[in-house]
């Protein structure tokens, strides 16, 4: 039996404007509101308004907070400070990547970790089962929060008009809490574009009175509504990985090339610490695949799960896969995330492809990410 997506508080105002809808996670989610390549470019060159109450919040609480976090994750969260983020990741007792994820330090003894929405019920299940015999509260918070982020060179300036918080004192991947636009928020520095921008996370009866009073404080300043389609080119380019395609659980954060979220110096166990510290020594001796760019050098676009080939003296041989992939707005190519072979991960490395419904379209072998906004 098929449940109805959920809603988001601002349903009803996006389809006002117009937004095309989708599915997303069991979510009904503006994909565009109108082209995708102004809302990408808008982020790129001013600022972009998104909905992303479909993330799941939940919240950790009491004397046990951070031993249990500690636990659980694979970060050192017992560093972050009060008013600070973390980027880590929830894995398996294999290694596997159950979700990655941004903790924040509310409080002395309380925490909220934000999970991907397609993920938020596994780590909810999870911290709730790690939590036996710790001293604190794991509380399922996703009700309690809607989310809106302003993205894009103009977005202090736009935020600053709405509130008297301390943005030039916010730091990337902090948050205050503070007022803006006479609503109560959580106001993070952090992202998921590669530009600088706000998370505000607000209740959800205050989302629509926020999300107005930021289009009008946006509109001399070019802020436009941005939809998931924008949001997945904007992080492809600053080469971000999307859990399900650059992350799962059939991989470590060692095999995504992100080993150095895990805090094997933190003290006491935590789940996964064995196959981790194995999976750290096999990426250390021989690298199973590298996550790479790539670049076309024509137009046809990569999609998720085609070959990546190179030429050899037979013929093409598949050296990887791609993960993710789409038209580059701010390059005007096509690019695209793969997993490749060790032996063809360098930079410039001659003769590589991607096999696209039987052709192999040359590309080029990058350095991730693709696009690096001027501080």
Same mark, same amino acid.
């Not at 004397?63 to 983020?85: D, E, H, K, M, Y």
């Not at 998720?304 to 993710?324: N, R, W």
């Not at 003769?351 to 350095?367: K, L, M, N, S």
């Given at each position: 039996?098929?449940?109805?997506?959920?809603?988001?508080?601002?349903?009803?105002?996006?389809?006002?404007?117009?937004?095309?809808?989708?599915?997303?996670?069991?979510?009904?989610?503006?994909?565009?509101?109108?082209?995708?390549?102004?809302?990408?470019?808008?982020?790129?060159?001013?600022?972009?308004?998104?909905?992303?109450?479909?993330?799941?919040?939940?919240?950790?609480?009491?004397?046990?907070?951070?031993?249990?976090?500690?636990?659980?994750?694979?970060?050192?969260?017992?560093?972050?400070?009060?008013?600070?983020?973390?980027?880590?990741?929830?894995?398996?007792?294999?290694?596997?990547?159950?979700?990655?994820?941004?903790?924040?330090?509310?409080?002395?003894?309380?925490?909220?970790?934000?999970?991907?929405?397609?993920?938020?019920? =596994?780590?909810?299940?999870?911290?709730?089962?790690?939590?036996?015999?710790?001293?604190?509260?794991?509380?399922?918070?996703?009700?309690?929060?809607?989310?809106?982020?302003?993205?894009?060179?103009?977005?202090?300036?736009? /935020?600053?008009?709405?509130?008297?918080?301390?943005?030039?004192?916010?730091?990337?991947?902090?948050?205050?809490?503070?007022?803006?636009?006479?609503?109560?928020?959580?106001?993070?520095?952090?992202?998921?574009?590669?530009?600088?921008?706000?998370?505000?996370?607000?209740?959800?009866?205050?989302?629509?009175?926020?999300? @107005?009073?930021?289009?009008?404080?946006?509109?001399?300043?070019?802020?436009?509504?941005?939809?998931?389609?924008?949001?997945?080119?904007?992080? /492809?380019?600053?080469?971000?990985?999307?859990?399900?395609?650059?992350?799962?659980?059939?991989?470590?954060?060692?095999?995504?090339?992100?080993?150095?979220?895990?805090?094997?110096?933190?003290?006491?166990?935590?789940?996964?610490? @064995?196959?981790?510290?194995?999976?750290?020594?096999?990426?250390?001796?021989?690298?199973?695949?590298?996550?790479?760019?790539?670049?076309?050098?024509?137009?046809?676009?990569?999609?998720?799960?085609?070959?990546?080939?190179?030429?050899?003296?037979?013929?093409?041989?598949?050296?990887?896969?791609?993960?993710?992939?789409?038209?580059?707005?701010?390059?005007?190519?096509? =690019?695209?995330?793969?997993?490749?072979?060790?032996?063809?991960?360098?930079?410039?490395?001659?003769?590589?492809?991607?096999?696209?419904?039987?052709?192999?379209?040359?590309?080029?072998?990058?350095?991730?990410?693709?696009?690096?906004?001027?501080?």
């Amino acid at each position: 039996m098929s449940t109805a997506p959920r809603l988001t508080a601002l349903d009803a105002l996006h389809r006002s404007l117009g937004a095309t809808m989708t599915d997303f996670a069991g979510w009904d989610m503006p994909l565009r509101y109108a082209s995708e390549r102004d809302e990408h470019n808008a982020v790129r060159t001013k600022a972009g308004l998104f909905d992303l109450s479909h993330m799941g919040e939940i919240t950790v609480t009491g004397p046990g907070a951070v031993a249990l976090l500690n636990f659980a994750l694979v970060g050192n969260i017992g560093t972050v400070s009060v008013g600070r983020a973390r980027y880590t990741m929830i894995c398996a007792e294999d290694g596997g990547i159950l979700d990655d994820l941004i903790v924040y330090r509310l409080g002395e003894t309380e925490y909220m970790v934000v999970a991907n929405a397609g993920n938020a019920q =596994i780590v909810l299940d999870a911290l709730t089962a790690r939590a036996e015999g710790f001293d604190a509260e794991v509380r399922d918070d996703r009700d309690a929060y809607a989310l809106l982020a302003v993205q894009g060179p103009e977005s202090p300036a736009i /935020l600053a008009a709405v509130t008297d918080a301390d943005l030039d004192g916010l730091k990337y991947y902090a948050g205050l809490p503070g007022t803006v636009a006479g609503v109560p928020a959580l106001i993070a520095r952090t992202g998921y574009t590669g530009e600088d921008g706000f998370e505000l996370f607000v209740a959800p009866v205050h989302a629509e009175q926020l999300w @107005k009073a930021l289009t009008e404080a946006g509109a001399s300043r070019g802020l436009i509504p941005c939809g998931l389609s924008c949001r997945d080119t904007l992080r /492809l380019e600053a080469g971000m990985p999307l859990y399900g395609h650059e992350l799962t659980t059939a991989l470590t954060p060692f095999d995504a090339g992100l080993g150095r979220v895990v805090k094997f110096e933190k003290e006491g166990d935590f789940v996964g610490r @064995k196959a981790l510290e194995a999976a750290a020594e096999r990426a250390e001796t021989a690298p199973p695949r590298k996550l790479v760019g790539l670049v076309a050098e024509g137009r046809r676009v990569p999609r998720a799960g085609f070959s990546v080939v190179a030429a050899g003296g037979t013929g093409a041989e598949v050296i990887g896969e791609v993960t993710s992939g789409a038209p580059s707005p701010t390059l005007g190519k096509p =690019i695209a995330m793969a997993y490749v072979d060790a032996a063809h991960a360098t930079p410039g490395t001659a003769g590589v492809g991607v096999d696209i419904r039987g052709t192999h379209e040359p590309y080029e072998v990058v350095a991730l990410p693709f696009y690096k906004r001027q501080k």
